[in-house]
């Protein structure tokens, strides 16, 4: 579905889901550079249970826009579209590296409805490397060369690896500009206490970009949370292993005891 929020179209996959589903409506939020798709996989188990969003951002996959440069910028787009479709049914945000980022930054002021978070190859803070602002300035190409090396655990199969790339190549290098200079600018360590949501940390115990100390800091810093480490599998860990990052949201979410 199309939402238009502010004079923008915004993407919304919707699932068609089981007849019968339960709470909490799950909220899929992507990184840096990609769109809905790399949720995929956990669309297609989740969609038999529980109502499953998958969001674009502004300036992604297919929605309108230009992107942010701000980590907060996005958190307002994903406050009006949750406020557009379910402003009042419990809902568990998802978010991978940067859309980690736009969900701790949510967290920090809840509305009633949110039940709990899932934070994905993400931190409490992503300094980016100066040389990833320089490809994507001077050589783009380079820079989508790279993901193959940084993205991934050195098994991961080559079909997840292009898919992964393959999307990412389709958002303009101005606005994955945009989206490393918010996760630059994002910190948020001396805040972390006032996250009270229950809160289930993935990393792969592989990940380059956002490696494992940042998950334990996280699961340090957030009063209810617990902490998964996937074996073999990187920064793409809900692609790479799906069936492990699956099984482990499944188990977290049965632990919230929301009524059915």
């Avoid at 918010?182 to 990940?207: N, V």
Wanted: proline share 8%; net charge negative; hydrophobic share 40%.
């Amino acid at each position: 579905m199309i939402i238009e929020i502010d004079g923008i179209p915004i993407h919304l996959q919707e699932e068609k889901t089981a007849e019968e589903v339960k709470p909490p409506a799950l909220f899929f939020i992507h990184g840096a550079g990609g769109d809905c798709s790399q949720w995929n996989r956990q669309a297609a188990y989740f969609r038999q249970t529980h109502p499953v969003y998958l969001l674009d951002l502004p300036g992604h996959g297919k929605s309108g826009g230009g992107g942010e440069k701000e980590i907060g910028a996005y958190a307002e787009w994903v406050r009006k579209v949750i406020q557009r479709i379910s402003p009042e049914s419990p809902i568990l945000l998802v978010g991978h590296s940067m859309g980690g980022a736009v969900v701790q930054t949510l967290a920090l002021d809840p509305w009633q409805g949110l039940a709990g978070i899932v934070l994905v190859g993400t931190g409490a803070k992503l300094g980016v490397l100066p040389e990833i602002f320089r490809m994507l300035e001077k050589d783009p190409e380079s820079f989508f060369c790279s993901i193959d090396v940084a993205a991934f655990h050195p098994k991961t199969p080559r079909e997840i690896r292009d898919s992964v790339i393959q999307g990412i190549r389709r958002c303009p290098p101005p606005v994955i500009h945009g989206d490393f200079t918010a996760c630059d600018r994002f910190d948020i360590r001396t805040l972390m206490d006032k996250i009270s949501s229950p809160a289930l940390i993935i990393c792969g115990d592989r990940d380059k970009l956002t490696p494992v100390k940042y998950s334990m800091y996280l699961k340090d810093s957030i009063p209810s949370s617990r902490l998964e480490i996937i074996p073999e599998a990187g920064h793409q860990v809900m692609m790479e292993q799906a069936d492990a990052f699956n099984s482990a949201m499944a188990g977290f979410i049965d632990g919230l005891g929301l009524p059915a």
